[in-house]
């Protein structure tokens, strides 16, 4: 993927310096009440990052910062972040996904810190006022499984990628991210009913595209937040003959610590930062139910059980 570097508020300075000079494009974003601000020296990065993210007033002072910028001089894929400032120097990124979800993790970071906030890698749905969060390893399925259930008219979306979740009461509500949804190019070849919405995209050289869902399902299946009440996790597994498996807290817990809550993108992973999470997650995990998913089987038959998981018809 990449490599993050954390530097500290000089070495920021100094490569605010460096950069700063070469950013003609700058956009600030609505990130879950975050002020983000994107500086980049590419005008395609700009315009997707504002299909991505909600507007906000360009008077609001920014709570974090990314510079997305080219140079010969440093490596591919390479970010160096300072946690004091919130700012993340992105260099010679090709990949816009990575660029998007760093700006989610840089939003995280700020709301971990001062609001109790969690960031969830991964999709959230709403049946019927229950909220289901599907995550898991990369390749086992997410993005497949996710618009697999929203063929179904009942199922609602909050989010396809990337939630944020707090505590309310008893309570864990989860949170949307961004305006717009980040699809592959071979979606319809999995589910044909977004065959209309892959046609009218428009997909960058990795075969994505940033699109409005609202054209392919309607507006009132797009929803702010949810109530989670089950959290799915999906795993691709040969060797594993149990497709489907309930989990205890205990039991969830462990696997989520293991794979770093299945997000690869956070920007600090200190001591402090794990207990946060922790502590966080061993709560949440208190208040849903938790199913593991082998998804080796045809795409067809892994969302039959997820369905029935979910309790659809």
């Known amino acids: ?23 003609p494009y700058e956009v600030k974003s609505d990130v879950y009440g975050c002020c983000i601000k994107l500086l980049t020296d590419t005008q395609s990065v700009a315009t997707r990052w504002g299909q991505s993210f909600y507007f ?13 910028v080219n140079d ?8 160096y972040y300072d946690p004091q400032s919130k700012t993340a120097f992105l260099l ?14 840089v939003a ?34 997410k993005t497949t499984h996710t618009y697999g259930l929203l063929r179904h008219p ?10 944020f979740l707090r505590s309310y009461g008893r309570d864990i509500l989860a949170y949307n991210s961004e305006k717009n949804f980040y699809i592959r190019a071979d979606l319809a070849k999995i589910w044909s009913e977004f065959s209309w919405l892959v046609e009218h995209a428009e997909f960058d050289s990795e ?20 109530t989670l009440t089950k959290l799915i996790i999906l795993k691709r597994d040969t060797t594993d003959l149990e ?18 809550y299945f997000n690869p993108h956070f920007l600090v992973n200190t001591p402090f930062k794990r207990r946060l999470r922790k502590a966080f997650f061993r709560a949440l995990l208190q208040r849903v139910s938790v199913y593991i998913v082998n998804t080796t089987d045809e795409p067809e038959q892994s969302q039959k059980r997820i369905r029935k998981i979910i309790g659809l018809s």
Not at 92 to 105: E, I, M, P, R, T
Not at 210 to 217: P, Y
């Open 1 to 23: 993927m990449y490599t993050i570097k954390l530097i500290p508020i000089q070495g920021k300075e100094k490569m605010v310096e460096r950069f700063g000079s070469q950013t």
């Open 56 to 68: 906000i007033s360009q008077n609001i002072r920014s709570h974090g910062r990314l510079y997305v």
């Open 72 to 79: 010969p001089e440093e490596e591919k894929n390479t970010v």
């Open 92 to 105: 010679n990124f090709n990949y816009y996904g990575w660029v998007k979800s760093l700006a989610l993790s």
């Open 108 to 141: 995280g970071d700020v709301l971990e810190d001062e609001h109790d906030i969690f960031s969830l890698h991964g999709a959230c749905l709403d049946y019927k006022g229950q909220g289901v969060c599907v995550l898991g390893e990369s390749g086992a399925g």
């Open 154 to 163: 009942e199922v609602r979306v909050v989010s396809d990628d990337w939630s």
């Open 207 to 226: 075969g994505r595209a940033v699109v409005d869902l609202r054209l392919a399902i309607g507006k009132g299946r797009i929803l702010p937040l949810t």
């Open 243 to 260: 497709f489907v498996r309930d989990l205890t807290a205990a039991q969830a817990l462990t696997m989520l610590e293991r794979n770093n």
